[in-house]
């Protein structure tokens, strides 16, 4: 079983729209829990941390669940400038190592 | 403030050459990691190192070496070169658990 899990999408969007993610993990000591942002052909940059208590930034909004071991991305209004490949990233029992889902891939159209 | 830097940007190898990857960085951070991201797969772990002097074996190390020759450099060998190696490589950095920064990566072809 892999680490961590992602639908690869594409999800395809227009402009305005709400649209969610989740991403699952294997590992319930899994401690740090964070959403990257990739864009085609560069490197994977922070979009932001994941917290306990949930955490939104503007229109990006992150919610983690132990219990059921799934993190989500919501992300609201969506901008044509947010199409991506978001990437769910989780550190494993050793905290200094880190896995990362294959990403989703999300288009916004006009 | 360049963050993480990589050097080649580029690269074509024929099968059975070696080469090595350089990774630097100037935020002071104690870990290092070199991944490697292949279509669909997402990025995978090769190595790590979570301070100066020590290495450690992530999820695909067959085929490479490490060296973390200071606490700013962390470079990557290949010492013969397959056609399986060919991808996009990352170098990141960070402090700890916490947020990793990536260098701009390179792309290497091996024919």
């Known amino acids: 079983r892999k680490e961590v899990e992602q639908d690869p999408g594409p999800f395809n969007v227009p402009e305005g729209a709400t649209v969610a993610f989740n991403c699952t993990y294997s590992?319930?000591?899994?401690?740090?829990f964070f959403w990257y942002r990739q864009d085609c052909r560069k490197e994977p940059k922070l979009l932001m941390s994941v917290y306990s208590s949930g955490n939104e930034d503007g229109r990006f909004t992150a919610q983690l669940n132990r219990a059921s071991q799934y993190i989500s991305l919501l992300i609201r209004d969506s901008k044509l400038s947010d199409s991506a490949t978001y990437l769910c990233?989780?550190?494993?029992?050793?905290?200094?190592?880190?896995?990362f889902g294959s990403g989703t891939k999300l288009n916004v159209k006009p | 403030n360049a963050g993480v830097t990589q050097t080649p940007k580029f690269q074509v190898l024929k099968t059975g050459q070696s080469m090595t990857l350089q990774c630097a960085q100037d935020?002071?951070?104690?870990?290092m990691y070199w991944y490697r991201q292949d279509p669909g797969m997402g990025l995978r772990l090769i190595y790590y190192s979570a301070s100066e002097g020590t290495t450690e074996k992530g999820e695909v190390p067959n085929g490479y070496n490490v060296s973390r020759l200071n606490k700013r450099e962390f470079s990557l060998r290949l010492e013969s070169a397959a056609p399986s190696q060919t991808s996009v490589y990352f170098c990141?950095?960070?402090?700890?658990?916490?947020?990793?920064?990536f260098g701009p990566g390179t792309r290497l072809l091996v024919l």
């Open positions: 590992n319930s000591a899994s401690q740090s």
């Open positions: 990141a950095s960070s402090e700890r658990a916490e947020t990793q920064y």
């Open positions: 935020m002071n951070h104690n870990s």
């Open positions: 990233v989780v550190n494993g029992a050793n905290f200094n190592k880190f896995y």
